[in-house]
């Protein structure tokens, strides 16, 4: 129970990443408040979990205040904010338009930041967490990855600058980079069929010999928001399986 009445935000909580740390930090003891764009899953996984949600989009200016208030709303104070929320789409530089380049920074550059920013205010002092997830192509280039990697390459900048800003206020701002975790994401990157092939290929480059799985993200996540990690912050964590030692 090392979260025992911790009220927790999760952006991008109904599937994926964000449904494994939501799963894990309520059987730790917090209060969780999920939130998303697709409602019919965050109520399902609500129901399961025995926590909240908001339905939301933190691209839309106006919405994450409007999730940061339903979190306050449901617990009373808010400890912990996850900025899991993010899209990956991938093109040759030739051809990623600047509507595609514009979504993925919208959401998963000024997701965060317009989150974190709602949140500073009610983040509780001397206890106050965030935790931006980031990925491992911030840190390691492939082809037709610049738009997505970018984006997340300015995640783990905003890390480091809020960190940095945050900690006189008694807030520690930290971020982890998985690697390729068997998501749902994949399903909005290609048809569902090819799925599993690509995952089974991805394995490969792994040093360790599997791709990730949420809960292993989740462990993670719960060490850096925990008071184990109180004398922690500004970190950018690769939880990867190796791929950033080779």
């Known amino acids: 129970m090392r979260l025992k009445d911790k009220s927790v935000l999760v952006t991008g909580g109904a599937t994926g990443i964000g449904a494994g740390i939501a799963r894990r930090f309520v059987a730790e003891g917090a209060n969780v408040t999920i939130s998303g764009r697709r409602e019919p899953l965050l109520e399902e996984l609500a129901d399961e979990l025995g926590c909240h949600y908001v339905a939301g989009d933190v691209s839309?200016?106006?919405d994450p205040e409007r999730m940061v208030r339903a979190a306050l709303d449901a617990h009373g104070a808010l400890d912990?904010?996850?900025n899991n929320a993010g899209v990956a789409r991938f093109s040759p530089l030739a051809?990623?338009?600047?509507e595609l380049l514009e979504m993925?920074?919208?959401?998963?550059?000024?997701?965060?930041y317009r989150m974190t920013r709602a949140a500073l205010p009610?983040?509780?002092?001397?206890?106050g967490n965030v935790l931006n997830i980031s990925s491992t192509l911030a840190m390691r280039g492939i082809a037709g990855g610049s738009a997505y990697g970018a984006s997340k390459g300015a995640?783990?900048?905003l890390t480091l600058h809020l960190a940095a800003e945050l900690a006189p206020q008694g807030v520690r701002v930290n971020c982890i980079c998985p690697a390729v975790v068997e998501t749902p994401i994949f399903e909005t990157m290609m048809p569902r069929e090819q799925v599993a092939g690509m995952l089974d290929h991805?394995?490969?480059?792994?040093?360790?010999?599997?791709v990730g799985q949420p809960s292993d993200v989740a462990g993670a996540a719960l060490y850096l928001v925990s008071a184990e990690a109180e004398w922690v912050t500004g970190v950018v964590l690769a939880v990867?399986?190796?791929?950033?030692?080779?």
């Open 60 to 62: 839309v200016p106006g």
């Open 80 to 82: 912990v904010l996850v």
């Open 95 to 98: 051809d990623t338009t600047d």
């Open 104 to 112: 993925q920074l919208d959401i998963n550059v000024k997701g965060p």
């Open 122 to 127: 009610h983040l509780v002092a001397g206890r």
């Open 155 to 157: 995640v783990n900048a």
């Open 202 to 210: 991805m394995v490969s480059i792994h040093p360790i010999g599997r």
């Open 240 to 246: 990867d399986g190796g791929v950033t030692a080779v």
